[in-house]
């Protein structure tokens, strides 16, 4: 599972990285930023392929994994970036090859654009620049209200969760694997590792904000994936490819909203490509 990592100093918010591997003498390192709801641990198969090139490090990001939940926050866009860009600058990573799936990718490219001193090159998976939606938003709040608290079992939290999804009602399977990943047993049952309110309000940001202007000021070679059956549509990933000043452009057949867990040999193999035209070539 990697090793665990302090990232903060004193007085600074507790955060939790792992890392991978440190890969050969000279190389660059790779951050590895989760999606909603996610955590570090998703990364396992990434980081240690990466850490034969790179120091690959994965962070769990405020609100999520065993990294600081803070009661008051806050869990704006703004925090998520103020701490991906510490934990490159106190792990000594930069600048890194910059992966980021759903949320973290919206904060990989936030603090590309914030610092591109600490980012030599981005992966943006599966995340949208226009804003979700008020709708969208409320459509959350009563999924998340949904959840039958605590689930008796693992398995009981993998079937309810891969036939439901919050906007199409659909079987999804990837969905069960992964909330199977992030609940933990309480005194009373399998309960969530996170607090559904903050998801809540980390959330908030991109449901009412788009993010095109941040991207435009990427200057760093960026890959935008996505998986050909997941959330971000082909017209708006293509249109961010174009408003990246050195934007390119994959998809990953087969996959959903998670290509690097449902794909992960043609995940790696989209890597590869970017990685050495981008850092290696």
Not at 8 to 23: D, H, I, N, T
Not at 67 to 73: L, Y
Not at 196 to 218: C, K, N, P, S, T
Not at 227 to 236: H, Q
């Amino acid at each position: 599972m990697g090793r665990a990592i302090e990232v903060s100093g004193f007085g600074e918010l507790p955060l939790v990285a792992r890392e991978f591997g440190r890969g050969p003498a000279g190389r660059p390192g790779a951050l590895l930023l989760h999606g909603l709801m996610g955590h570090a641990g998703h990364w396992e198969e990434t980081g240690r392929w990466l850490s034969s090139r790179f120091r690959a490090v994965a962070l769990d990001q405020r609100g999520h994994g065993r990294s600081a939940k803070p009661p008051e926050g806050p869990f704006d866009g703004a925090a998520f970036v103020g701490d991906a860009e510490r934990a490159i600058e106190r792990l000594g990573l930069g600048p890194v090859l910059l992966v980021g799936h759903g949320m973290g990718a919206l904060t990989a490219w936030r603090l590309a654009a914030r610092r591109p001193d600490l980012v030599r090159a981005l992966v943006i998976c599966e995340m949208r620049a226009s804003a979700i939606g008020a709708d969208a938003q409320r459509r959350w709040r009563r999924w998340l209200g949904s959840w039958p608290l605590p689930f008796a079992s693992p398995e009981e939290v993998r079937a309810w969760f891969g036939e439901r999804d919050p906007t199409l009602n659909a079987p999804l399977p990837s969905r069960g694997w992964f909330f199977g990943e992030v609940m933990a047993r309480r005194s009373d049952g399998w309960r969530p590792v996170f607090s559904r309110e903050q998801i809540l309000a980390a959330r908030e940001g991109f449901a009412r904000d788009a993010h095109w202007e941040e991207l435009a000021e990427v200057s760093c070679p960026t890959l935008v994936v996505r998986g050909v059956d997941g959330e971000l549509g082909r017209a708006e990933a293509q249109e961010m490819v174009r408003a990246l000043p050195r934007g390119r452009y994959a998809d990953i057949p087969g996959a959903g909203h998670l290509p690097q867990k449902e794909r992960p040999t043609a995940w790696r193999e989209t890597l590869r490509h970017f990685v050495e035209g981008a850092l290696i070539a």
